[in-house]
Every structure is written in structure tokens, then in C-alpha cells.
């Protein structure tokens, strides 16, 4: 199987833009998928097929591809985004998914 | 609107087997591939196992396999994972989750449910 690594933590002040990186070999054939989760809650579905939101997802949420490098950009960072972020894929069999390690964003 | 209730959460000894169910409504249950993700207490999301729409295909982590079961029932709109051999490291919070489009089997789960507890101690 395959992983996907992603940065323990990030930090943002308010209004301003944060990058979210997520890094695999098998981003360079498969689509990654991000979610945030708030403590205590289910995850929540961000981003879908490189840069596709979900309805109720605002638009400040984008999503990119680069080589094996996915990057979530929260462009103009609100209080409410602070959470934990997933990226997750398929790994390189394709048969299987994977989640990244997550990173902590926190909003100052 | 879509809803995912988890249950059958419970303490169990290692090497013991439990059984989760998930009870899905408010879309086409039997259109849809299904997902099991857990998360160990204050750890990330790990992606358990999926069941395609007809039941005809399964995948598992291989940290699972051989000792986890998905299956469902389309009649029932109901998802379960039977868990046997568990090991400590099972301990976790299992959420179903649902693909994001019919017919598909993706990384994209737009639903989840609230999860239930397995934990594994002597």
C-alpha cells in the first residue's frame, strides 16, 4: 500500500492564505480527496477530484496537483476553519484507499 | 437527508469478535459503494475497508485482512463489519461512510455517521 504524508501542523493568521501539502506516489495517477474534521465531530468532505466542493463548502477552499504533491489553499482563513486536515486517495494498486497522517491547522 | 448510525461498540477482550452495523438512509442504499474508516483516540483517520454497490467486490487495509468482514444488506439498507481476532491496536472509533456518486468507488465519502467505539483491553 501507500502512504501519503502530509506537515503535523500549520498555522494561519485570519484572513490570510494557508497551503495544506499532501505527498504520495500514487498522486501521480489517482485524484486526492480532503477533509477536515473539528474535535469530537465526523470528518467533513472539502475538496473531491483535484478541485471539486461539495455543496455547503465555501469557495475560499481550493485544491491543486503537482507531481505526487496534492496541496489544499484556504484562501483567506476564517476562525471556523481551524481544524485537522486529511487528504486521502487511492494507494498505488488502486484497489485500496488511503488517508494521509493529517495536518493541524490553527487559526490566529 | 442522508443518515449513517453506527452501533455495536463495545469492550471486548483481545482475540475476541464484535460485530458493527450501520443503518443507512435517505438515498438509494444498493446504488452506492460503502466504507469503513476508523481512528484510534487522538490519532488520524485510517481507511478499513469498502464494499462495492452489489456486494460483489471487497477491498481491506491490510492491516484488517483476514480477520475483517464487510458485507451488506441491500434489503435492509444496512452496511456491517465483523471484526475477529482483535488486537489492541483495533481500538479505535469505526465510522461507516458513503461514496459520493452512484455506481462509483472512490476516496470521496460525502456522508459519515457518528461512529462507535471498539475497544480492545484485557
Known amino acids: 500500500s501507500s502512504e501519503l504524508t502530509q506537515d503535523p501542523a500549520v498555522s494561519v493568521a485570519l484572513g490570510q492564505t494557508v497551503r495544506i501539502t499532501c505527498q504520495g506516489d500514487s498522486l501521480r495517477n489517482y485524484y486526492a480527496t480532503w477533509y477536515h474534521q473539528k474535535p469530537g465531530q465526523a470528518p467533513v468532505l472539502v475538496i473531491y477530484d483535484k478541485n471539486n466542493r461539495p455543496s455547503g463548502i465555501p469557495d475560499r477552499f481550493s485544491g491543486s496537483i503537482s507531481g505526487n504533491t496534492a496541496s489544499l489553499t484556504i484562501t483567506g482563513a476564517q476562525a471556523e476553519d481551524e481544524a485537522d486536515y486529511y487528504c486521502?486517495?487511492?494507494?498505488?494498486?488502486?484497489?485500496?484507499?488511503?488517508f494521509g497522517t493529517g495536518t493541524k491547522v490553527t487559526v490566529l | 437527508e442522508v443518515q449513517l448510525v453506527e452501533s455495536g461498540g463495545v469492550v471486548v477482550q483481545p482475540g475476541g469478535s464484535v460485530r458493527l452495523s450501520c443503518a443507512a438512509s435517505?438515498?438509494?442504499?444498493?446504488?452506492?459503494?460503502m466504507h469503513w474508516v476508523r481512528q484510534p483516540p487522538g490519532k488520524g483517520l485510517e481507511w478499513v475497508s469498502l464494499i462495492i454497490w452489489d456486494a460483489d467486490n471487497t477491498y481491506y487495509a491490510d492491516s484488517v485482512k483476514g480477520r475483517f468482514t464487510i458485507s451488506r444488506d441491500n434489503s435492509k439498507n444496512s452496511l456491517y463489519l465483523q471484526m475477529n481476532s482483535l488486537r489492541t491496536e483495533d481500538t479505535a472509533l469505526y465510522y461507516c461512510?458513503?461514496?459520493?456518486?452512484?455506481?462509483?468507488?472512490?476516496?470521496?465519502?460525502?456522508?459519515w455517521g457518528q461512529g462507535t467505539l471498539v475497544t480492545v483491553s484485557s
Open positions: 486521502a486517495s487511492r494507494d498505488s494498486s488502486g484497489n485500496l484507499r488511503v
Open positions: 461512510a458513503k461514496d459520493i456518486d452512484p455506481y462509483s468507488s472512490s476516496s470521496n465519502f460525502d456522508s
Open positions: 435517505g438515498f438509494t442504499f444498493d446504488d452506492y459503494t
